[in-house]
């Protein structure tokens, strides 16, 4: 044996599991590893796997489906699986593969992480992403400790049994050590993909091993309509669903995506061919909003199907039910209320193309929009095309709030920086988003300080001025390795009265999500504030700039966070930077709305004139 003595991690896990089946993880070709004290049939398990083609959104379909379920009282948990062998989505271009989504514990991951957070309102770990690559690093570094005691290792029992053993301890991650009630699996890809195969596989086992009532498979399809046949047509979904077959999954639930509502013909045939009982076939066909799915699934019965097929009507509460349901929908319905205000407002980024990339950021937007009842267009601006500031002011005319948003690498940054002077200048509503902030010191600095050559050394590494650099011994002070990024929730120590401080309810300290590499430098600090820029949000122990804002002498709303307050909102509980950022854009239109309730909440320096009255 290459080691002495296995640690406590390289005990074949899970005896105790095995042991309800009467074997050891010696006298058994099986490998079925559990965490200590996990049950057996008390975490539940709804797979959603994608047949056809991908891109139906799936992520969107199993979070609504986990939201109702959730709703009803139970603990859910989601997660993904990656088929790609990277270890995260940090090193994920956007462009490709839509915005880099980071979880509180500074996890990486897929942008579905956002949905599922979104519509769950609930925050998520690591332990909810897995990809390949996670799983083959896992085995391999296992087997070099001599973890699998001297055994062949093998895609079959051992990688899938690693990928049982994550959603078993998934299943353990429910409050004060309880297991939870329903894990949502959404397997990335569809069935018959390569790489995913051994996801399925794992799955396949699983629900053998859970038992009978323990796994409810789902198969998401989609129904083809051509529009020289103008009808429906069933075939690519009954391949699609032949395929699972083949990987021996017999889906208990069939929900069709589809243009128009499926019809009648359409279900009985693939309820036919997929031996799945009619009133287990769902047409989940386009909605006019995603918000509009968890109720029109409670329509149609499908939770009432995954609660029989699991046996879990016992644990329900209606009562709670009752509450969360009626939160969703008045927000839902709002969504299609005719909006009171209007405003138009700019994003400055990088990726103007293509809005996934900005995802989070869209759907921020869509949060205050409903909550302060605003039409809020957006504009998007590719600022690699502002090659100085006329043309910036050209791209930017008429609109009543800006955004410059994150972002990596040199291209477009002078025409972010463009933007921040436009907005500053002109007095229009200005948030900036992580290099957004940073950007707005570099403009602060070049323009009012008049530091010529100052730039962010992530540009310019040689810069006369480094106003943002990477200051790799601040970084180790916080436990950072050298050329790594502040990633996951920090704390925000606010500034008593400042509009930050305003903005979050009076609060003096919060917690927002980062990611990122550079930091402002401290030395360029004091004269920015004597200029006006005040670093109002700041990390409780080290000179960490983390959120500016201009006084209100200086500029109705100019204000910039290191991290990324997009990630942090949901739908019934909007982010406040960016509800502070469109309240400012309205009260720019019409300044009596400073006035109103929801003004007074969050115009500054409505509160007191108004109170007066
Ligand atoms: N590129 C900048 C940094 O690494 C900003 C990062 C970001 O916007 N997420 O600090």
Redesign the pocket.
Known sequence: MPHSEPSPADQPEGAGFLSQFGKSEESTEWHSPAPAGYLRGKTKFVVVIGTVMSGLGKGIFASSLAKLIKDKGLSVSPIKMEGYLNIDSGTLNPYRHGEVFVLADGCETDMDLGTYERILGQELTRKNFITAGQVYTEVLERERRGGYLGRDVQMIPHVTGLVKMRLRELAMTGNNGNQVDVVFVEVGGTAGDYENGFYIEALRELAFEEGPESTCFVALTYILEPSILGEQKSKAAQLGIKRLMEAGIQPHIVACRAKNPVTEKVMEKIAMFSNVPLKRIFSMHDRESVYAIPEEMRAAGLDREILSILNLHDRTNPAKEDTARVAWLDFSRRIFATRRHQIELGISGKYAALRDAYASIDKAIEHCSVHLSCDVRVRWIDTSDLMDDAQAARALDGVQAVIV?????QRGVEGKIRCAKWARVNKVPFLG??????VAVIEFGRNVLGLAGAN?T?FEPNCAHPM?SELPDQKKLEGIMGGT?RLGTQQVLLEPGSLASFLYGGKLEMRERF?????VEPSYIEQLHEAGLRFSGRHPKFPIMQLLELPQSMHPYFVGG?F?PELTSRPLAPNPMFMGLVAAAIASREPEFAATELGRRWVRGAAKPVAAH
């Open positions: 948003p994150g972002g990596f690498g988003i992580c290099l957004g902030f940073q962010s992530e943002i990024m990611r990122h590499r550079y930091e290191q990324h």
